[in-house]
């Protein structure tokens, strides 16, 4: 199968006129100028989304119900871990064992149990817990799990990053009151980025002393963001464009309710009010995940912040499969998995193609 693209953006720059030749859902050559025989796709194509923390979307939890990833994928998310929030582990363990993938999940994020009473957010207070080595090792046992968001200081923190790292599981820093020193600890223990940087921590960016100024000012961490102005205002957004922009990565943080209209909701077993598209907890306030979609956070990168669309690839794409280790996908190239989207002139995503086959 051939697709013939008037421009490619991808993650190193822009291609114009490429023909991509596709072989069992995968691009095995990109050749000049158009073929008679290929499909012509009328926009600028990109690669397809990869979001790393995903919470569910469409009316449905991506701890349980694979129509989760299928909602993210009409939205051009062709990669994604399925997020669990906090529960006691052998709910988790139970979960994971009955869990399938939809097609575009590799993996499973646990944002907690391990994270901190102080900055728990929507996470339910009862659920949260303190690593213990045999329950580490049953949820890599899993082989689903794959990446694991911890608050660095509570106890046996470090030595449980040190244990997944080691035993091929990602750690990120979340949720958290860790300071800078413990922060280091961390990344020397094998921690590699934030999760949605400035949520579930002090906000205290010009302080290096606490986790988001240090992580943005002293460190080579990743750095999650969610592009939605409601979990960073975009003046924030822009700040943090300046110090690391290249370190961040684009996520959607999306609950099941994405896609929903507003109302009453569960996140877990917590209440949630959505009022405006914008999710809170009934009892407190705090923000229960997004209403986000990856092709709107694309959209608005580009739009109303102004990116250049290379940057914003890197950011959706290049960059969380890289995180990820996912060396298949991510980008448009020979060798990928021919995971791409056609967008218009107005960065409105139009035709998602998954593996070389139309999806929407």
Known sequence: ???????????????????????????????????????????????????????????????????????????GTTTMLASFVSEPIDSILTKLEKLTFARNVIGVHLEGPYISHAHCGAHKPE?????????????????????????????????????????????????????????????????????HLYNGMKKDYSDKSTLVGSVLHDTNLGLELIFDGVHVPFNVIKDFLGVSSSRVIG??????????????????????????????????????????????????????????PVDAVQMYCTRPAAYLEATDVGDIAVGKKANFLVMNEDWQLEQVYFEGALVS
């Open 127 to 195: 659920y949260l817990t303190t690593p213990i080595k045999s329950d580490l090792e049953k949820l890599v046992a899993t082989g689903k799990v794959k990446h694991i968001t911890i608050a660095p200081e509570i106890d046996g923190a470090l030595d449980a990053i040190s244990y997944l790292s080691q035993n091929g599981v990602l750690v990120a820093i979340g949720h958290s009151a860790a300071d800078s020193e413990v922060v280091s600890k961390a990344i020397n223990n094998g921690a590699k980025i934030v999760t």
């Open 1 to 75: 199968m051939k697709f013939f693209a008037p421009q490619i953006i991808t993650g190193s720059g822009v291609l114009k006129e490429r023909t991509l030749q596709v072989e069992n859902g995968v691009i095995t050559a990109i050749d000049f100028g158009s073929a008679a025989d290929a499909i012509s796709l009328e926009g600028v194509v990109t690669p397809g989304f990869v979001d790393i923390h995903c919470h569910g979307g469409g009316g449905f939890d991506s701890s349980v119900e694979p129509r989760a990833g299928e909602f993210h994928l009409e939205s």
């Open 251 to 308: 996520i959607t943080d999306a609950a099941p309710f994405a896609g929903q209209p507003d109302g009453e909701y569960q996140l877990g077993e917590l209440p949630v009010l959505v009022v405006d598209q914008v999710a809170r907890l009934k009892n407190g306030g705090a923000l229960a995940g997004s209403t986000l979609t990856m092709d709107k956070a694309f959209t608005t990168a580009i739009n109303l912040l102004g990116m250049n």
